[in-house]
């Protein structure tokens, strides 16, 4: 538990059976130090803040918030794009630089509640090869000029409902997106403004999107489709009501 303070830390480890717990009075601050970030092998770049491996039944919690600290890292502003960069230009900037705020993967019954992720230089949230996956009342704040840095992204996960989210973002807010031959088979979005679904191929359990504010950059909800032999997201049928 992180309780009436600011925290400095690099990478921390969710063991199976665990909730980090922040407090309100808590603010969990990415180091800038990368050098505290251990190399994640699963995924281009290093480990994130938060992150939770083979950690079944783990998850974060409590109305406190999650920094990654992306304005240190700005060097400019291209007046083009008006998107902020990182180094010389933003193709330029290292992946390997940058640090999502928390991560899950090849996990289950894992949850993400209340807390609040700002400013992060990559991802907010990450699920990967994940099944009974929550994300409730999360809300996520950034610039809309910061460059691929995502809200929530779902990667080649089973069950997974993300539900009264608030998203700020300069990149997608929610992306759902499989990872080499793993893929979803359903996807249902409902809002209190409209509904609609889609089916995509091979079966598993769907993702849920319900009562969800969207703002950003790119796309409200990105569909992501990686073919060839790494496997993808091939949309079978759509309707809307």
């Not at 690099?10 to 309100?24: A, E, K, Q, S």
């Not at 610039?143 to 409902?161: A, H, K, M």
Request: negative net charge.
């Amino acid at each position: 538990m992180l309780q009436s303070g600011v925290f400095l830390s690099g990478t921390v480890f969710l063991r199976p059976h665990v909730t980090l717990f922040i407090d309100r009075t808590a603010v969990l601050k990415a180091s800038l130090n990368h050098s505290m970030f251990v190399t994640d092998h699963d995924w281009p770049g290093q480990a994130a803040l938060v992150a939770g491996y083979n950690a079944d039944d783990s998850g974060v919690a409590g109305r406190g918030v999650i920094d990654g600290q992306s304005p240190m890292f700005v060097t400019s502003l291209d007046q083009k794009t008006d998107q902020f960069l990182f180094g010389a230009n933003d193709r330029a900037y290292p992946e390997i630089d940058r640090v999502r705020l928390v991560d899950f993967a090849h996990s289950r019954n894992v949850s993400v509640q209340d807390v609040s992720l700002i400013d992060s230089t990559g991802f907010h949230l990450h699920f990967l090869n994940c099944s009974s996956v929550l994300a409730e009342r999360v809300t996520v704040k950034s610039d809309l000029r910061w460059p691929n840095n995502d809200g929530i992204d779902v990667t080649s996960c089973n069950d997974t409902t993300i539900r009264d989210c608030d998203i700020t973002t300069g990149d997608d807010a929610i992306s759902p997106k499989t990872w080499c031959a793993l893929r979803f088979s359903s996807f249902v979005f409902d809002t209190q403004e409209r509904h609609a679904r889609s089916g995509f191929q091979q079966s598993a359990d769907p993702l849920h999107l319900i009562h969800c504010i969207c703002l950003d950059f790119d796309f409200n909800v990105h569909q992501r489709h990686w073919g060839g032999e790494q496997g993808g997201l091939r949309p079978a049928a759509q309707s809307s009501d």
